[in-house]
């Protein structure tokens, strides 16, 4: 289970995220929604440990992310936004590359890569150099990269950008793979049918502060809707803007 409490980041005078709490539990896909500049993927990478917060806690599988930053990165798998794979690599190296910083050992990191191969359709390109690689095949290989060491806990920043239809929907089925195997999926969205095809529950932020969280059908009855997007932008305080 991932548990958010009071987590607040500044970068300045920008209030990035404000006494921000959730949490998102096993056997579940949330999502984290809410307008650009919301603090979704800042809040995503206070997770992650690429950042620290100001204040307030977050633990992952029961470790705190700022106090064992090592245990919590042996549990989660991350894709962040920018797929931000090594163009010089080859597709099946990059994969290799972050087993190898995960301490796995050899054996079980070439028996990981050859099962991702074949379950994310990389064959065809897991020897090519990922330089013009399609939109596609980086968000495979970036999602490759994040399951390699078979995490429990998975966090995805906008996952689908960019993807064409079907891969879209092999991403879709990849995630609730993930569910049903017991995983924790996390994931940013603007995609409201995205959100209503995959999720169980749903976080939204907006000016840097949750402003509901609860499951779809919560959300519907709270926002008085039945239209997932009007939901959206009536409890993230966007009619104004519309």
């Given at each position: 289970?991932?548990?958010?409490?009071?987590?607040?980041?500044?970068?300045?005078?920008?209030?990035?995220?404000?006494?921000?709490?959730?949490?998102?539990?096993?056997?579940?896909?949330?999502?984290?929604?809410?307008?650009?500049?919301?603090?979704?993927?800042?809040?995503?990478?206070?997770?992650?440990?690429?950042?620290?917060?100001?204040?307030?806690?977050?633990?992952?599988?029961?470790?705190?992310?700022?106090?064992?930053?090592?245990?919590?990165?042996?549990?989660?798998?991350?894709?962040?936004?920018?797929?931000?794979?090594?163009?010089?690599?080859?597709?099946?190296?990059?994969?290799?590359?972050?087993?190898?910083?995960?301490?796995?050992?050899?054996s079980r990191l070439d028996e990981?890569?050859?099962?991702?191969?074949?379950?994310?359709?990389?064959?065809?390109?897991?020897?090519?150099?990922?330089?013009?690689?399609?939109?596609?095949?980086?968000?495979?290989?970036?999602?490759?990269?994040?399951?390699?060491?078979?995490?429990?806990?998975?966090?995805?920043?906008?996952?689908?950008?960019?993807?064409?239809?079907?891969?879209?929907?092999?991403?879709?089925?990849?995630?609730?793979?993930?569910?049903?195997?017991?995983?924790?999926?996390?994931?940013?969205?603007?995609?409201?049918?995205?959100?209503?095809?995959?999720?169980?529950?749903?976080?939204?932020?907006?000016?840097?502060?949750?402003?509901?969280?609860?499951?779809?059908?919560?959300?519907?009855?709270?926002?008085?809707?039945?239209?997932?997007?009007?939901?959206?932008?009536?409890?993230?305080?966007?009619?104004?803007?519309?």
């Open positions: 289970m991932i548990s958010v409490r009071g987590i607040n980041k500044h970068f300045g005078e920008v209030r990035a995220v404000s006494d921000v709490s959730f949490e998102a539990r096993d056997n579940r896909v949330t999502a984290l929604l809410g307008p650009n500049g919301a603090g979704k993927s800042t809040t995503l990478r206070v997770l992650s440990g690429v950042l620290r917060p100001d204040s307030g806690t977050a633990t992952i599988n029961g470790f705190n992310v700022v106090e064992s930053p090592l245990e919590v990165r042996r549990s989660i798998g991350v894709m962040p936004h920018d797929s931000g794979i090594y163009t010089r690599l080859t597709a099946r190296e990059n994969i290799r590359y972050f087993g190898e910083l995960q301490g796995m050992t050899r990981r890569i050859e099962s991702l191969l074949d379950h994310l359709d990389m064959r065809s390109f897991a020897d090519r150099r990922t330089e013009g690689f399609s939109q596609g095949q980086k968000v495979k290989v970036a999602l490759a990269r994040a399951l390699i060491n078979d995490p429990k806990h998975v966090l995805l920043d906008e996952p689908t950008n960019g993807l064409d239809v079907m891969a879209t929907r092999s991403l879709r089925e990849i995630i609730l793979g993930l569910k049903a195997a017991g995983c924790c999926v996390l994931f940013s969205s603007h995609i409201m049918q995205e959100v209503a095809n995959l999720c169980d529950d749903v976080v939204i932020i907006a000016g840097g502060s949750v402003q509901f969280e609860g499951s779809l059908e919560g959300l519907r009855e709270k926002a008085q809707t039945a239209d997932l997007e009007d939901a959206f932008i009536a409890l993230a305080g966007l009619e104004q803007t519309t």
